[in-house]
């Protein structure tokens, strides 16, 4: 469902003959690829404090989840912008937002997830 939304506004976009076709499409592209990036990031995340802690040093450990996590908080904040950036060219082509949700970041988070859940799930193989 989500990603026929995609595709609704694709073609949207492709008949609109905007002059910023171009960046529109790759506006969509990018943020489907930010949704995989900050799945990407909690994973790292998650990973390393599964594994990391008994393979390093107390100070090393400590700072190589900070960096996680600031790396995490700067992808999720890219992630909320770019959400916001959709729902936009959603209202601009006349089609229905994409995200439906709140501004939490927590909601943006799960969506984002839905996202790559829906687009693994249906990729042509």
Same mark, same amino acid.
């Given at each position: 469902?989500? &990603? !026929?939304?995609?595709?609704? *506004?694709?073609?949207?976009? %492709?008949?609109?003959?905007? +002059?910023?076709?171009?960046?529109?499409? #790759?506006?969509?592209?990018?943020?489907?690829?930010?949704?995989?990036?900050?799945?990407?990031?909690?994973?790292?995340?998650?990973?390393?404090?599964?594994?990391?802690?008994?393979?390093?040093?107390?100070?090393?450990? &400590? !700072?190589?989840?900070?960096? *996680?996590?600031?790396?995490? %908080?700067?992808?999720?904040? +890219?992630?909320?912008a770019?959400?916001? #950036?959709?729902?936009?060219?959603?209202?601009?082509?006349?089609?229905?937002i994409?995200?439906?949700?709140?501004?939490n970041?927590?909601?943006?988070?799960?969506?984002?997830?839905?996202?790559?859940?829906?687009?693994?799930?249906t990729?042509?193989?």
């Amino acid at each position: 469902m989500i &990603r !026929e939304k995609f595709n609704s *506004l694709v073609e949207k976009i %492709k008949s609109s003959g905007s +002059s910023f076709v171009t960046d529109d499409m #790759l506006a969509i592209e990018e943020y489907i690829k930010a949704c995989g990036n900050y799945v990407k990031a909690v994973i790292d995340m998650e990973a390393a404090m599964i594994a990391a802690r008994d393979r390093m040093e107390p100070r090393e450990y &400590r !700072e190589y989840i900070a960096q *996680l996590d600031k790396n995490r %908080k700067v992808v999720h904040d +890219s992630l909320i912008a770019s959400t916001k #950036l959709i729902n936009r060219l959603c209202e601009t082509y006349g089609e229905p937002i994409i995200y439906t949700g709140g501004d939490n970041r927590i909601e943006i988070a799960e969506f984002a997830k839905k996202v790559i859940d829906e687009i693994f799930m249906t990729r042509t193989l």
